[in-house]
């Protein structure tokens, strides 16, 4: 069966500290990867997804990158933190475009101090 | 790009009563529309999905139904429990990504 997983579960860094959340899949290949950040008591917001090694969209211009080095590792960095960085990060997959829908990791919870 | 409307934002609910979610969608070209649960601190998950060629899809206590022509859909929960009690997301799927609603808080009360 397939399984995400997703480290560290909380995490505080001082604000201007470069940031690695990584993202990895099990029991499945090629799955389209996908970074939410979810602020306290919002919605999910989509920051990445990508559909193949390398090749990464991004919906919100932000000091966010994502790096996808293989074919199911999602990696999500900043090289500054800001306040506004802070919240809860949510990787997922899918099969394909997502018409099984999506399958979400457990979660990092980042705050920036 | 798709644009999903989520209401009631927060609903509140006596133990036993049904609670109904409301969701309306942008892109007529959508096809998929799962609803996902999310309990305090904890991942979203998916509790039901119905598409675009089905108006009704029923689990247990769960329903959901689909307007297409009126781009509506909802979720109904009967004989609410405590632990019904998180944030539920509606999505719509177009031609990319998952679109979400911005959630409604479930609050049930023994």
């Known amino acids: 069966s397939q399984t995400i997983h997703q480290w560290p579960a909380t995490l505080v860094q001082p604000v201007g500290s470069p940031l690695s959340l990584e993202c990895t899949v099990e029991?499945?290949?090629?799955?389209?990867l996908y970074w939410y950040r979810q602020a306290a008591g919002r919605g999910l917001q989509l920051l990445f997804y990508?559909?193949?090694?390398?090749?990464i969209s991004s919906e919100v211009p932000q000091n966010l990158s994502a790096s996808r080095p293989q074919d199911r590792q999602f990696i999500l960095s900043s090289k500054k933190l800001l306040l506004s960085d802070s919240g809860f990060y949510l990787c997922?997959?899918?099969?394909?475009?997502?018409?099984?829908?999506?399958?979400f990791g457990s979660g990092t919870r980042l705050t920036v101090v | 790009g798709e644009n999903v409307e989520q209401h009631p934002s927060t609903l509140s609910v006596q133990e036993g009563d049904s609670a109904v979610i409301k969701c309306t969608y942008s892109?007529?070209?959508?096809?998929?529309f799962p609803w996902y649960k999310q309990e305090l601190g904890k991942r979203p998950q998916l509790i039901i999905d119905?598409?675009?060629?089905?108006g009704e899809k029923k689990d247990q206590r769960i329903a959901v139904t689909l307007n297409k022509t009126a781009k509506h859909f909802s979720l109904h929960i009967t004989e609410t429990q405590p632990e019904d009690s998180a944030v539920y997301f509606c999505?719509?799927?177009?031609?990319?990504?998952?679109?979400f609603g911005k959630g409604t808080m479930l609050l049930v009360s023994p």
């Open positions: 997922a997959w899918s099969v394909g475009n997502g018409l099984y829908g999506y399958t």
């Open positions: 029991g499945t290949s090629n799955p389209n």
């Open positions: 990508s559909v193949g090694i390398g090749q």
């Open positions: 892109d007529s070209a959508s096809n998929y």
């Open positions: 119905i598409r675009s060629n089905v």
């Open positions: 999505a719509a799927k177009g031609y990319s990504t998952l679109t």
